[in-house]
């Protein structure tokens, strides 16, 4: 009894082996060069990502490898360096994230506005409102239900500062807190006729999806700007700081902020570019001669 | 179709690399008698319940650049994901493999072990006689990452073109309110496994 096994054992691991080693050849190695951005869920899911990248990445031949997150999370995966450039939507965090040495060179891209949206019935009456935590007031006060992101993202940010301003916890049987992305809180609210504070980008692509409308905006309160932070390759000297600046350049650049202001699925626009006139405000998303939006959390 | 692919070949590498520690480390434990034994099938017992979140969280914490593996810069890669899903599928395919040997007819072994095969022929033997069984825990552990999601969200990050598989862009369909996509995607899912497994099918029984 020599060799009893070799040509069974070939024929039972030989198929084995073959197709580890074609896997193996014919994974996607790193031809292009490539960066990571963590960003937020906003603007993946409002599809600006889907028209704003292929044109950096064809004329440099890289690769943007796009991580749709909540703001906190995005901004945590770069302070972890798990990233090389981040683009997100809170303006408090974002300076705590420059301040604390994580990033540098933040830079203003575009901006919406937040609005709250909900049952065309409206029982809370927010329609009625004159301000957003008047609003938020309201929505307690009836009891309606409302779903919250609950994930440290940055509309989820805003919204506690918004309670915060109208010195309401909320807590109880109407508050839902989903843990979830800005769509599935916008279905949720669709399914369960609640109410939910949304950045207006999201809910027109989400439009004709789910039956809420649109029932409190112009609120100065809710101007939500977006900025673009790289990585600080001091403290991460393995990131792509070269390509991150260039894609900061593009972005805040002629063609990427054209890019923008054009993307209007729908006939209508998602997001205002900031980057070539910083002190430009947006005309139509606010209210008409109103006064200037103010920083994150400082209402009256 | 890039998806599927990606799903395809992430999983299936996965596996190939768990059978090759998970099968060798079954027919050790099948076969081999040592104090704790039963401490370690116990514990391989459990690991086949490791939530895949856990699992996720476990090897980010371990290949993030703040983790002792960031060097290698895995996170949100192809092979960070084949990493996790190769620890999901290590338990099964080991605890598989286990339960094909103790199967087997005692007196192979002792067969075996007159004619004077050492402990890496005995093992080759008791794999080839037990095929079917083994057979029949690579495609459990094959099954078990390609319909995970928490270890291909976490790691992979969901990325276009590079990461997203079938259950990752499932998962970011439903989110997206665009449940027909889903659930088609849903349903490429199970071809995809059917297909796998005929395949596997005929393999055994080509080999008698």
Redesign the interface.
């Given at each position: 009894?020599k060799h009893?096994?070799p040509p069974?054992?070939a024929?039972?691991a030989a198929?084995?082996l073959a197709?580890?080693l074609l896997?193996?050849a014919?994974?996607?190695a790193g031809a292009a060069e490539r960066l990571?951005m963590s960003t937020t869920?906003s603007t993946e899911?409002s599809g600006l990502l889907g028209v704003l990248l292929p044109p950096f990445e064809q004329a440099n031949g890289v690769?943007v490898?796009?991580?749709?997150v909540g703001t906190g999370k995005a901004l945590k995966l770069g302070e972890?360096?798990?990233?090389d450039v981040v683009f997100v939507h809170a303006r408090g965090a974002e300076e705590k994230f420059v301040a604390d040495g994580f990033g540098i060179d933040r830079r203003d891209v575009m901006h919406n506005d937040f609005v709250l949206v909900g049952p065309a019935a409206d029982p809370a009456g927010i329609a009625k409102a004159a301000r957003a935590v008047d609003a938020l007031a309201r929505i307690q006060h009836a009891g309606a239900p409302f779903v919250s992101r609950g994930d440290d993202s940055g509309t989820h940010q805003k919204e506690r500062a918004l309670w915060t301003t109208a010195r309401i916890k909320p807590a109880g049987q109407w508050y839902l807190e989903a843990g979830?992305?800005m769509?599935?809180v916008?279905?949720i609210a669709n399914e369960k006729g609640a109410y939910a504070l949304t950045d207006r980008g999201t809910f027109i692509a989400?439009r004709d999806?789910?039956g809420l409308k649109v029932l409190f905006a112009g609120d100065p309160v809710l101007f939500n700007p977006y900025g673009i932070i790289a990585v600080n390759p001091a403290r991460?000297p393995?990131v792509n700081h070269a390509l991150a600046e260039k894609l900061m350049d593009f972005i805040t650049g002629p063609e990427g902020q054209r890019i923008i202001a054009g993307y209007r699925p729908g006939g209508e626009a998602l997001f205002f570019p900031d980057a070539l006139a910083p002190d430009a405000l947006a005309p139509i998303t606010l209210v008409p001669n109103g006064p200037r939006p103010a920083g994150v959390g400082s209402t009256r | 179709m890039g998806i599927v692919w990606t799903s395809l070949?992430i999983a299936?590498?996965a596996t190939?690399?768990a059978?090759l520690i998970g099968v060798p480390a079954g027919v050790l434990v099948a076969l081999a008698r040592f104090r704790g034994r039963g401490a370690v099938l116990l514990g391989l017992n459990t690991l086949m319940a490791l939530p895949t979140v856990v699992v996720g969280l476990f090897v980010y914490g371990l290949i993030?650049?703040?983790g002792p593996l960031?060097e290698w810069?895995l996170?949100?890669t192809?092979a960070g994901i084949v990493l996790g899903e190769c620890i999901l599928a290590l338990p099964i395919i080991a605890n598989l493999t286990v339960t094909a040997v103790t199967a087997l007819d005692p007196r192979l072994l002792a067969t075996c072990r007159t004619?004077g095969g050492g402990p890496a022929?005995v093992g080759?033997?008791v794999?080839?006689e037990g095929?079917h069984g083994v057979l029949a825990a690579l495609v459990a552990g094959f099954g078990r990452v390609v319909a995970e999601v928490g270890v291909a969200m976490m790691l992979g990050?969901?990325?276009?073109?590079?990461?997203r598989t079938m259950t990752t862009a499932i998962a970011l369909e439903?989110?997206?309110?665009?449940f027909v996509l889903g659930l088609a995607l849903g349903l490429a899912l199970l071809g995809v496994a059917f297909a796998v497994n005929a395949a596997l099918f005929t393999?055994r029984g080509r080999?008698p």
């Amino acid at each position: 009894m020599k060799h009893p096994f070799p040509p069974r054992a070939a024929r039972f691991a030989a198929p084995l082996l073959a197709i580890t080693l074609l896997l193996t050849a014919i994974s996607p190695a790193g031809a292009a060069e490539r960066l990571r951005m963590s960003t937020t869920t906003s603007t993946e899911n409002s599809g600006l990502l889907g028209v704003l990248l292929p044109p950096f990445e064809q004329a440099n031949g890289v690769k943007v490898d796009v991580i749709a997150v909540g703001t906190g999370k995005a901004l945590k995966l770069g302070e972890n360096g798990d990233v090389d450039v981040v683009f997100v939507h809170a303006r408090g965090a974002e300076e705590k994230f420059v301040a604390d040495g994580f990033g540098i060179d933040r830079r203003d891209v575009m901006h919406n506005d937040f609005v709250l949206v909900g049952p065309a019935a409206d029982p809370a009456g927010i329609a009625k409102a004159a301000r957003a935590v008047d609003a938020l007031a309201r929505i307690q006060h009836a009891g309606a239900p409302f779903v919250s992101r609950g994930d440290d993202s940055g509309t989820h940010q805003k919204e506690r500062a918004l309670w915060t301003t109208a010195r309401i916890k909320p807590a109880g049987q109407w508050y839902l807190e989903a843990g979830q992305g800005m769509g599935a809180v916008l279905t949720i609210a669709n399914e369960k006729g609640a109410y939910a504070l949304t950045d207006r980008g999201t809910f027109i692509a989400y439009r004709d999806k789910v039956g809420l409308k649109v029932l409190f905006a112009g609120d100065p309160v809710l101007f939500n700007p977006y900025g673009i932070i790289a990585v600080n390759p001091a403290r991460h000297p393995h990131v792509n700081h070269a390509l991150a600046e260039k894609l900061m350049d593009f972005i805040t650049g002629p063609e990427g902020q054209r890019i923008i202001a054009g993307y209007r699925p729908g006939g209508e626009a998602l997001f205002f570019p900031d980057a070539l006139a910083p002190d430009a405000l947006a005309p139509i998303t606010l209210v008409p001669n109103g006064p200037r939006p103010a920083g994150v959390g400082s209402t009256r | 179709m890039g998806i599927v692919w990606t799903s395809l070949w992430i999983a299936a590498t996965a596996t190939a690399l768990a059978a090759l520690i998970g099968v060798p480390a079954g027919v050790l434990v099948a076969l081999a008698r040592f104090r704790g034994r039963g401490a370690v099938l116990l514990g391989l017992n459990t690991l086949m319940a490791l939530p895949t979140v856990v699992v996720g969280l476990f090897v980010y914490g371990l290949i993030s650049r703040q983790g002792p593996l960031g060097e290698w810069g895995l996170l949100f890669t192809p092979a960070g994901i084949v990493l996790g899903e190769c620890i999901l599928a290590l338990p099964i395919i080991a605890n598989l493999t286990v339960t094909a040997v103790t199967a087997l007819d005692p007196r192979l072994l002792a067969t075996c072990r007159t004619l004077g095969g050492g402990p890496a022929r005995v093992g080759l033997a008791v794999v080839l006689e037990g095929r079917h069984g083994v057979l029949a825990a690579l495609v459990a552990g094959f099954g078990r990452v390609v319909a995970e999601v928490g270890v291909a969200m976490m790691l992979g990050g969901n990325i276009r073109w590079y990461t997203r598989t079938m259950t990752t862009a499932i998962a970011l369909e439903t989110s997206k309110g665009e449940f027909v996509l889903g659930l088609a995607l849903g349903l490429a899912l199970l071809g995809v496994a059917f297909a796998v497994n005929a395949a596997l099918f005929t393999l055994r029984g080509r080999t008698p």
